[in-house]
């Protein structure tokens, strides 16, 4: 994996987990991937500003959102907005709709080799976004060995099955102004209009008038998960999946 280093030494990473060691101060550590430079603070800022108050959170994004916009002011857009939730942000630069899924698979298998996290949470594997889609899978493969795979959901997320829901009250003007943060996006694609009602819709109808991100588990180990998910509650637990 050595063609992708160049990719994952950031100011977020230091030297020595670029190289593939294990730090145990750091192990504590949850990873959230999406396809573009959006897509985490969309499906899982809340959850993220609550746990990096207690835990170091690192944001993945795997391309630059070309498609999407100038791919300049995508980047300096994900950095304040990830500064804004209080968590670190790598971003891969991948080619926008062409995210590949063995490349994805080697990079969060370096990730996780890195920086050895307790938890990744992921895009939802079914999506109508080719992006999306490959970086779930990608996930799914590379992080068999990581305690707890969660997966989120974004605007182009179909058939979407929670397991989880997590308060996010205390965070959401945190959230909301970190997707504001992502300016060419709230206005080409509105997507606050989506985040914002799903907040209040999650919660509904046991947590009326609470705001709420919801998420699938791919597999966890319960005790591990609560350290992350600060206030969860869950609606209902796959035991196929437990550990």
Not at 4 to 9: A, F, Q, T, V
């Amino acid at each position: 994996m050595a063609q992708y280093e160049h990719l994952i030494k950031d100011n977020a990473w230091p030297a020595n987990r670029a190289a593939g060691t294990h730090d145990d101060s750091h192990s504590e550590t949850v990873v959230v991937i999406g396809a573009h430079p959006d897509d985490a603070c969309l499906g899982a800022g809340g959850v993220a500003a609550q746990a990096a108050n207690r835990l170091r959170v690192v944001f993945v994004s795997a391309s630059r959102g070309e498609r999407g916009g100038d791919p300049w002011i995508r980047e300096v857009e994900d950095r304040v907005s990830a500064e804004l939730l209080g968590v670190e942000l790598v971003q891969w630069g991948l080619p926008d709709g062409d995210v590949g899924l063995q490349q994805a698979i080697e990079l969060i298998g370096e990730t996780v080799a890195s920086l050895n996290p307790i938890a990744v949470v992921a895009h939802w594997p079914l999506d109508s976004h080719q992006d999306h889609r490959n970086v779930a899978q990608a996930a799914i493969a590379a992080c068999r060995q990581v305690p707890v795979l969660l997966h989120f959901e974004s605007p182009s997320t179909l058939d979407f099955e929670p397991a989880l829901e997590v308060d996010i009250s205390d965070v959401w003007p945190r959230k909301f102004e970190a997707l504001v943060a992502h300016e060419s996006q709230m206005t080409r694609g509105r997507f606050i209009e989506w985040a914002d009602p799903l907040s209040l819709w999650r919660a509904w109808p046991r947590y009326k008038g609470r705001r709420c991100e919801a998420f699938a588990v791919n597999h966890a180990d319960w005790g591990l998960l609560s350290q992350v998910l600060s206030g969860s509650r869950a609606l209902s637990i796959p035991v196929s999946n437990s550990r």
